[in-house]
């Protein structure tokens, strides 16, 4: 079946412009992740959703960062006012309850900030 | 301190060797493990999961030691087809999972 998709796959915009991220879980999967990956390093987490709710906030680097997800489905990760260290791949990922179940990644949005 | 840390590496082993990696976890309630592998520019997909009792999977071994708080990745006989990067994920609870940073691999002819 369809895998996670995530859209757009690239996007350059310039500083203080405001993105919107797409995020297209597998059918089914209740638990949503976004992360992102700067040149080089590793994976770092920013947020979760279980179902449309998200237990843990906690990785979102500022105040510019929100991030919804809708009937259980389809999330947005926006970004306003973007500065140029927020350039990196957004990554999101999906998974099946319950907790052991592994998650299964998009291909990224590689976002470039001018 | 980083939830889940890993030495970033780079490990450069010839074909043919056995590798090790080592990852450590700060948070005893973590429940489950496993390592995801990365290929460049790549999205990271799961290459094992770890069990409590150890697993393999044909040249892979993993293994858990969870009074310690550290899981380890074994792979013998390396391939060229492993260069990769190899990152140790833990599962908090409630379907919460945490990277480790990545140990960067590359395996040479």
């Known amino acids: 079946g369809a895998g996670v998709s995530q859209s757009p796959s690239n996007k350059v915009t310039e500083k203080g412009k405001d993105v919107e991220l797409r995020c297209d879980p597998i059918?089914?999967?209740?638990?949503l992740y976004w992360y992102r990956q700067s040149l080089g390093q590793g994976l770092e987490f920013l947020i979760y959703?279980?179902?449309?709710?998200?237990?843990?906030k906690s990785g979102l680097p500022s105040d510019r960062f929100s991030a919804e997800r809708t009937g259980g489905s389809v999330s947005t990760l926006t970004i306003q006012r973007t500065q140029q260290e927020d350039s990196a791949v957004y990554l999101c990922?999906?998974?099946?309850?319950?907790?052991?179940?592994?998650?299964?990644f998009g291909p990224g949005t590689r976002l470039l900030v001018l | 301190r980083k939830e889940v840390e890993q030495d970033p590496g780079p490990f450069n082993v010839p074909e043919g060797a056995t590798v090790a990696f080592n990852c450590t976890y700060s948070?005893?309630?973590?429940?489950?493990f496993f390592w995801y592998r990365q290929d460049c520019r790549k999205e990271p997909k799961l290459l094992m999961s770890?069990?409590?009792s150890g697993n393999e999977d044909g040249r892979f071994t993993a293994q858990l030691n969870r009074a310690s708080q550290y899981i380890s990745l074994l792979i013998r006989d390396s391939k060229l087809s492993d260069s990769a990067t190899y990152l140790c994920?833990?599962?908090?609870?409630?379907?919460?999972?945490?990277f480790g940073a990545g140990t960067r691999l590359t395996v040479k002819p």
């Open positions: 990922a999906s998974s099946l309850e319950p907790a052991r179940e592994t998650q299964y």
């Open positions: 059918s089914g999967h209740t638990a």
């Open positions: 770890v069990y409590s």
């Open positions: 948070n005893s309630a973590s429940q489950s």
């Open positions: 994920v833990v599962n908090r609870n409630n379907n919460d999972m945490r």
């Open positions: 959703f279980q179902g449309n709710s998200a237990p843990d």
